[in-house]
C-alpha cells in the first residue's frame, strides 16, 4: 500500500507526497518525500490505473493533467515523457474506466467531461468533449473535495490544499 496526497497552497510548495503503509496505523513517508507540481497547479483529484502502474493528477488551479508512471515495488512516481496534458478548463475531477484505457476529466468552468485515451507508454491523448449541464465538478467516482482512487495492493487519497492524508482501510 502506497498512499500518496497532494500538498497545495495555490501559491507555493505544490507537490504530491509520497507514503509507505506498510505497517499498519503507520504511514511513514517514501524517500523522496515528495514530487513537485507546477508552481500555483493546485494538485487535486487522482486517479490510477488498474494496474497500478500510472497515476493521473488533476491540477485544479491550472488547465493540465500531471501524468506519473508508479515505481513497481517500490511505489515511488516519477513523471512519464510528457509529464502534463493539456485540458480544456481546470479539471474538478477524474476518473478512468475499468480497462484503463480512458480518462475522463470534469472541466466545470466549460460544464464539460473531456475523454482521453490511454497510450501505451501511458501518456494521454484528448479524444473528445461532452457538454454537460451546468455546474458539473465531478464524475461520481470521485468526490471533488477528497479524491479518493483505490488499486490493489495501492490506495491514493488527496485533500487539495490542507497537505493531510485521511485514515484507510484496505
Given amino acids: 500500500l502506497i498512499p500518496y496526497s497532494m500538498k497545495g497552497n495555490y501559491e507555493v510548495d505544490d507537490q504530491i ?8 496505523g503507520s504511514l511513514p513517508p517514501l524517500s523522496p518525500a515528495s514530487v513537485p507540481a507546477p508552481v500555483n497547479s493546485a ?5 490510477a490505473n488498474p494496474t497500478g502502474t500510472r497515476l493521473y493528477v488533476a491540477t485544479t488551479n491550472a488547465p493540465s493533467i500531471l501524468q506519473f508512471a508508479i515505481g513497481n515495488g517500490t511505489g515511488l512516481l516519477s513523471p512519464l515523457g510528457s509529464p502534463s ?3 480544456a478548463g481546470n479539471p474538478g475531477a477524474l476518473a478512468m474506466s475499468s480497462d484503463g484505457q480512458t480518462v475522463y476529466a470534469a472541466i466545470p ?4 467531461i473531456q475523454v482521453f485515451r490511454v497510450g501505451g507508454t501511458g501518456v494521454l491523448a484528448p479524444v473528445r468533449r461532452f457538454r454537460t449541464r451546468p455546474g ?9 473535495a ?3 482512487a ?3 495492493p495501492h490506495a491514493y487519497v488527496a485533500y487539495t490544499g490542507d497537505g493531510t492524508v485521511g485514515q484507510l482501510a484496505v
Fill in 146 to 148: 477528497q479524491p479518493l
Fill in 109 to 112: 468552468s466549460l460544464n464539460e
Fill in 136 to 144: 458539473t465538478s465531478d464524475l461520481a467516482l470521485l468526490p471533488v
Fill in 43 to 47: 494538485p487535486g483529484p487522482m486517479v
Fill in 17 to 24: 507526497d509520497q507514503f509507505a503503509a506498510s505497517v499498519p
Fill in 85 to 87: 496534458v493539456a485540458t
Fill in 150 to 152: 483505490f488499486t490493489s
